[in-house]
């Protein structure tokens, strides 16, 4: 399978879990990095509420902030079970980006993976005239 | 196709392959495989995160990798690195998330004839009392002093709550607790994360198996460790669970920063290091170490529960049982051990991601039953073939800091794997080979199916024929729960 017109694609990996996200702004890039998470983290219980938050991610480059915000879902989804569905950053000042982010409650789905961590492996996030990309390899 | 890497493999003999230093590599890998093995480990990048490993600050003799190697992320699966304790450093990624994920072999007086008819119930019964599968839940809820107490004193914990026996503990690596353990470096959040995770066997590559002992190869060896042929075995494969995953999670965030502040030139940044005399190193080594005692703590309460579990499923009294851990040993890991290098006994942090310690007969650090010996080096294989106990030997040139393989290695992606296992059903194709089997997660048996793992006869063949570790005696499963 191709990127091509794809939010995220799983690639091959003989251990862990490589993703290849694509995104037109680095919000988008984001957010889809955060689809190819919830995939293998669990599934969204739909009757729910929303809630939403206000945080704060750190980083001095792109690969930083990426790694960052996701390490934080996965901390959130195993302590409190919420997948995130929706984030809108507000700014960027100082390496460190303002967020509000929209989550509901989640369980584990048949198809879920232990997500361990969230690593820098290979991680260069590549900004050209469609975007942002990035291969990503979740420890699992 | 044009060799487009860096380096160039060069065969050393029939089991070994060098990177020769070149660049700025600091010291050259070397690969321990055959023929037959090489074309899967160059198929994927592992060759290439043992040249990155390469170049880290202060790594003396070889970065090493043994023949289950496969690719991780940073440091090769199956990689082996030791660092100077002056200009070295340490790397959660050369430990990994599961920190102190490991294994433990316990022998038993039952015979294969007595349990094969009941293994069916005894899987079932292990899979409802034991929790597993993803993010399982339900261990012993911990409240913050347990946790570090835990922390603290690793398998002692659970003996001290009457799960197991102080003799299990000689039976142990480092007697089950890394006493520089540091409470002051768990983080709230790894609290959080570790807090109900204690007494639960996790999902993946994660099982709990009875097996039995097929073959002997070593008969004095053998002997001397209980090890008769038809006798029952359990083996169990865990880790620190949520709670090392945490642990390695913040202070890899920590060490990225680090090694932009110490302009330390990384290839990779998952192989995110600090120098072993800073304070963010010592920090991690302590909570390393007190994930490490968790997870020694965890394979002990798994096993009492299993013990439990077979008792009162066979109907047998604890005597008629005779359960006695043989040993248990951990796959990821940073230690600081002694080793010879050039000829001079030096201090060194050993990082083995995937590999397990090796130490020979005589060696201080083991116990009195295992001097004459060596140390148990228990190599799980697949669920479908074989598993295999080795003996840690006396070798004229160690090259992996008394280390050897810690099972087969995967040789096929989870979704390669699940590519060519689609419409077939594992479990069955499990029981016509007299294994009986059950999975928490829908997709483990699939992705877990024998052959995604390379073949644990060659792997061990070559360990053995390379003197890194010499075969005692092969086991056969009948009976797993996977993850």
Not at chain 2, 120 to 128: G, H, K, N, R, V
Request: hydrophobic fraction near 40%.
């Amino acid at each position: 399978m191709e990127l091509k017109d794809k939010e995220w694609i799983i690639l091959d990996h003989p251990a862990d879990v490589m993703v290849e996200i694509h995104g037109k702004t680095f919000e988008e890039f984001c957010q889809n990095a955060i689809k190819a998470l919830n995939h293998f983290l669990g599934r969204v219980l739909s009757d729910k509420k929303e809630s939403t938050q206000k945080i704060e991610i750190e980083g001095t480059c792109p690969e930083e902030l990426l790694v960052n915000l996701l390490r934080e879902l996965v901390y959130k989804f195993y302590t409190s079970y919420c997948l995130v569905t929706k984030i809108k950053m507000r700014s960027l000042k100082n390496n460190k980006v303002r967020m509000e982010i929209v989550s509901r409650s989640a369980t584990v789905g048949s198809d879920s993976i232990e997500v361990k961590g969230v690593t820098y492996h290979g991680l260069s996030v590549q900004e050209n005239e469609s975007g942002y990309h990035a291969r990503l390899v979740f420890d699992v | 196709m044009k060799n487009t890497k860096p380096y160039k493999l060069k065969q050393l003999d029939e089991n070994r392959w060098i990177i020769p230093k070149s660049g700025k590599m600091r010291v050259p890998g070397l690969i321990f495989a055959n023929k037959k093995l090489l074309p899967d480990i160059e198929k994927d990048s592992s060759p290439d995160q043992v040249f990155n490993v390469a170049h880290l600050p202060g790594i003396v003799g070889y970065a090493a990798a043994l023949p289950d190697m496969h690719w991780g992320y940073g440091f090769p699966i199956g990689g082996v690195a030791a660092f100077d304790m002056e200009d070295g450093i340490v790397s959660p990624g050369g430990v990994g998330y599961d920190i102190n994920c490991g294994v433990r072999l316990a022998t038993t007086g039952l015979t294969r004839d007595f349990v094969k008819n009941q293994i069916s119930s005894l899987i079932d019964s292990f899979y409802a009392s034991i929790p597993s599968g993803l993010g399982s839940r339900g261990g012993i809820l911990l409240k913050k002093n347990d946790l570090f107490d835990v922390a603290r004193l690793g398998a002692a914990w659970a003996i001290k709550k009457g799960m197991g026996d102080e003799s299990d503990l000689e039976r142990i690596e480092d007697h089950g607790t890394l006493d520089w353990a540091d409470i002051k470096c768990i983080s709230d959040r790894a609290y959080e994360r570790g807090k109900d995770q204690l007494g639960t066997l996790g999902s993946g590559n994660h099982f709990i198996e009875i097996g039995y002992i097929e073959k002997i190869f070593d008969e004095s060896v053998a002997d001397q460790w209980g090890l008769r042929q038809g006798l029952v075995t359990l083996m169990i494969h865990s880790g620190s669970r949520g709670f090392g995953y945490q642990i390695c999670d913040e202070f890899l965030a920590r060490m990225v920063k680090n090694v932009t502040q110490q302009k330390i030139e990384l290839l990779d940044r998952q192989l995110a290091c600090a120098y072993l005399k800073s304070d963010v190193a010592r920090e991690y080594l302590g909570a390393m170490a007190a994930a490490a005692n968790f997870a020694f703590a965890n394979r002990q309460i798994l096993m009492n529960l299993a013990r439990i579990s077979m008792e009162n499923t066979l109907r047998i009294s604890p005597r008629e049982l005779r359960m006695k851990l043989l040993y248990d040993v951990s796959h990821n890991i940073a230690k600081m051990e002694r080793h010879d290098i050039d000829g001079i006994s030096r201090m060194l942090c050993v990082h083995r991601k995937g590999a397990t310690r090796a130490l020979p007969p005589g060696h201080a650090l083991l116990p009195g039953l295992f001097k004459n010996t060596g140390q148990p080096v228990l190599i799980p294989g697949d669920m479908g073939r074989a598993s295999y106990v080795m003996s840690g030997i006396k070798r004229e040139l160690d090259q992996t800091f008394a280390s050897a393989c810690h099972g087969a290695g995967r040789v096929l992606s989870r979704n390669e794997a699940l590519r060519k296992t689609k419409g077939r059903a594992i479990e069955r194709e499990l029981q016509d080979r007299d294994i009986y089997s059950r999975a928490a997660g829908r997709k483990t048996m699939r992705e877990e199916f024998p052959e995604a793992y390379k073949n644990i006869e060659e792997v061990v063949d070559i360990v053995h024929d390379a003197g890194l570790a010499k075969k005692v005696v092969r086991i056969k499963p009948i009976g797993v729960v996977k993850g």
